[in-house]
């Protein structure tokens, strides 16, 4: 059973910064694909930031020039650096794992961010 553990979310000004942290149990994270989503109340859940097994990174315009995804495969851990937080990036955060067709969700971690 794959488990993903978000942590990292918390209240912050805007303009300020936090780095969320996913951690994934099981042997297949380096050949996965690892994403970031985010729900804000009353709304779908978005898309936000993807990095293939490779390194690859692609952002939703929302967040380029803002966030960066990046990997640990020796620590089994996705990232997500989130500068210049905008009152709009309040949301809970979801980690998700792509492998051999299946997709796993994290539980999420809420991100809080003041104007």
């Known amino acids: 059973q794959v488990q993903l553990v978000e942590s990292g979310g918390g209240l912050v000004q805007a303009g300020g910064s936090l780095r969320l942290s996913c951690v994934a149990s099981?042997?297949?994270?380096?050949?996965?694909?690892m994403a970031w989503h985010r729900q804000a109340p009353g709304k779908q859940r978005e898309w936000v930031a993807v990095?293939?097994?490779?390194?690859?990174?692609n952002y939703a315009d929302s967040v380029k020039e803002r966030f960066t995804i990046s990997r640990d495969n020796a620590k089994n851990t996705v990232y997500l650096q989130m500068n210049s937080l905008k009152p709009e990036d309040t949301a809970v955060y979801y980690c998700?794992?792509?492998?051999?067709?299946?997709?796993?969700w994290g539980q999420g971690t809420q991100v809080t961010v003041s104007s």
């Open positions: 099981g042997s297949t994270f380096s050949i996965s694909a």
């Open positions: 998700k794992k792509v492998v051999g067709g299946k997709v796993y």
């Open positions: 990095i293939s097994s490779g390194g690859s990174t």
